[in-house]
């Protein structure tokens, strides 16, 4: 999606978008808005699919790994899933960082991946496994 795109997303999320991904905005304290993190769950396999996204200036302070590690949680103590995964560009150290910070693997490569700037170009597959997660890092589950 374009820059644009994305703004409008993260001014107006959309919590019934029609392509079935959930999104939440990424929020600092004080209410600025800095990004979005959205899931989908494929069907029929029943894995979740993750993306994420953060304005330039708030990369780095770790407020992704925070939003992805609130995600994980969230998706492992209220859905029925075996497996959450995500693409991220070969070159995107930065998102591969932020993945395993949270406990995903690398599974390889998906050649031509993901369709970026007029290009298509290689993506890693990453992936974490309900066992692997073991117990919630933020969130609680509540009676």
């Not at 170009?121 to 992936?127: I, K, L, N, V």
């Given at each position: 999606m374009t820059k644009a795109e994305a703004q409008k997303r993260i001014e107006n999320p959309n919590p019934s978008d029609p392509v079935g991904w959930t999104w939440f905005v990424v929020e600092k304290t004080d209410g600025t808005k800095i990004g979005f993190i959205i899931y989908f769950t494929n069907q029929p396999s029943g894995h979740v699919e993750i993306g994420y996204a953060l304005v330039p200036s708030e990369k780095g302070k770790g407020y992704g790994t925070e939003a992805l590690q609130i995600l994980v949680d969230y998706l492992f103590l209220t859905k029925d899933v075996m497996r959450i995964q995500a693409n991220t560009d070969v070159r995107n150290v930065a998102s591969q960082r932020i993945l395993q910070k949270t406990g995903f693997q690398k599974e390889g490569i998906v050649r031509k991946g993901g369709f970026v700037r007029g290009?298509?170009?290689?993506?890693?597959?990453?992936?974490?496994?309900?066992?692997?997660?073991k117990e919630p890092k933020i969130l609680t589950k509540t009676a």
């Open positions: 290009k298509w170009q290689d993506d890693y597959r990453f992936s974490i496994l309900r066992e692997e997660w």
